[in-house]
């Protein structure tokens, strides 16, 4: 599906799609500091080391063009900041299940999305995209606790939908609108039966009903 | 001046390396979270991301000697926990302080001890910790926070003279002991002096009183 021309311009893509791996990397520091044994601190550092090397990816793209990251992020960063404050859970399992489908909704979205891009920043953006998020962890991780857990499981089916309503806001928000509403809702509406597929698959993947 | 009689054995030296690195990134990422813009979360995070790359580096030689890093790790957490969590100050600015001050002195000292370490493995290790840790940006915070506030100096100084106290047992901890206790004492203590005296560089260069 081309979805190209949603692509808002390069400068207020970029400032978002950084900071959306700056509060990956924010939220996979948490599972390190919070995780019960070393090997899973190793897995997720390593995870959260992939979401800071897309930040700062993204971060030359944005000095690349002559803005200044922090300056271009900031209209951006109260509500990222709230969307990432209501999605970080109350206990571990719900901040890796957090991780898991926030992350991958988000960079599957931000990678389409690139498409729309210039030709000199849309291939390189990709490309940084497109990096493995390293994020098996998060998986073996959430199946070892829902396999010794029958409630857990339950508790992160209901967890998992709250997430994906929070996450599409953030992913609607930053497509670009025409302002001519009912076409909009027809542009949009598409990519997000995608990006709901695939965040179903995650769910079966964990064993939990999306 | 010649340390590597002071170097423990190889798997004993990586893990305490790597899970201090570990720390650091944690300390790090912890900045990171309660930075109070976007400019310095930045940098921080870059130096966060140098500490990873720092303890995945001596992850990757435990492996090599055939060794599972969670599990030679696992004997030094405890100690090292407590170490970062009395190191991890009451606000930003303590907390920058500690990353700077207490990774300082522990990357020096660790590069100096491996020059005790295998041919195979000591050069290897060097080159790791000789990687610049970035912390520029921890200076410049911190020389931000003093201009502004003369009461912030001299908690600070306070608090830099506890922190080489508590970083220096973690150092002495990982020195190999012949068991003989003056002779112990004579061989350690020059190397204590040397380290001391680099730290109070550290605290002049942020206008402290060591």
């Not at 951006?76 to 969307?83: G, I, R, V, W, Y």
């Not at 909704?105 to 390189?124: E, I, N, Q, T």
Request: net charge negative; aromatic share 6%.
């Amino acid at each position: 599906m081309d979805i190209s021309d949603l692509t808002p311009e390069p400068i207020s893509y970029l400032a978002q799609a950084a900071y959306v791996q700056l509060g990956a990397f924010q939220g996979l520091s948490a599972a390190v500091a919070a995780a019960p044994n070393l090997s899973s601190k190793e897995g997720l550092s390593l995870a959260a080391g992939r979401a800071l090397t897309k930040h700062h990816g993204l971060i030359a793209e944005i000095r690349r063009r002559g803005a200044e990251p922090s300056e271009v992020m900031a209209a951006f960063a109260p509500a990222l900041d709230h969307f990432h404050r209501i999605t970080a859970g109350n206990d571990w399992h719900e901040l890796l299940l957090s991780c898991y489908l926030t992350a991958g909704l988000l960079d599957d979205f931000f990678a389409r999305l690139s498409g729309g891009l210039p030709s000199d920043v849309g291939p390189r953006v990709a490309h940084v995209l497109a990096e493995d998020a390293g994020t098996e962890v998060l998986v073996h991780e959430l199946q070892v606790g829902i396999a010794a857990d029958p409630m857990l499981a339950s508790r992160l089916a209901m967890w998992g939908r709250r997430l994906v309503g929070d996450t599409l806001l953030v992913a609607r928000s930053a497509m670009h609108a025409s302002g001519d509403l009912p076409a909009d809702e027809s542009r949009i509406e598409p990519v997000f039966t995608e990006l709901i597929a695939a965040h179903t698959r995650r769910m079966d993947g964990l064993g939990l009903t999306a």
